[in-house]
């Protein structure tokens, strides 16, 4: 009996196509030879580029971002975490 685990492909946008298409994107896992059209991707399942994390592609994900990441992850990177109530008061302490 099958398990329901699946494999999330961390996909990025093919670059230098000789054709120059826009639309095809590969998994980044060095194992995995998976490539697949743009159409085909809006509403599925992907792993995020930057943090890992499972989210959903939609299709202005699909045509703006070259490594397809979820909205938590912003121009590379993790936002920067909210201070705790404790942090901010102690830095105010530490001011004052």
């Known amino acids: 009996m099958k398990d329901n685990l699946h494999k999330l492909h961390k996909y990025q946008r093919v670059r230098n196509h000789p054709k120059g298409r826009r639309d095809l994107f590969m998994c980044m896992d060095p194992h995995c030879k998976h490539r697949i059209n743009a159409i085909w991707l809006d ?13 959903i ?23 920067p975490s909210l201070l705790n109530l404790e942090d901010l008061t102690n830095r105010l302490g530490e001011i004052l």
């Open 43 to 55: 509403g599925r399942a992907a792993e995020c580029y930057y943090c890992g994390e499972e989210f």
């Open 57 to 79: 592609i939609t299709k202005k994900k699909l045509q703006k971002q070259g490594y397809l990441h979820c909205d938590n992850c912003r121009r590379g990177g993790k936002p």
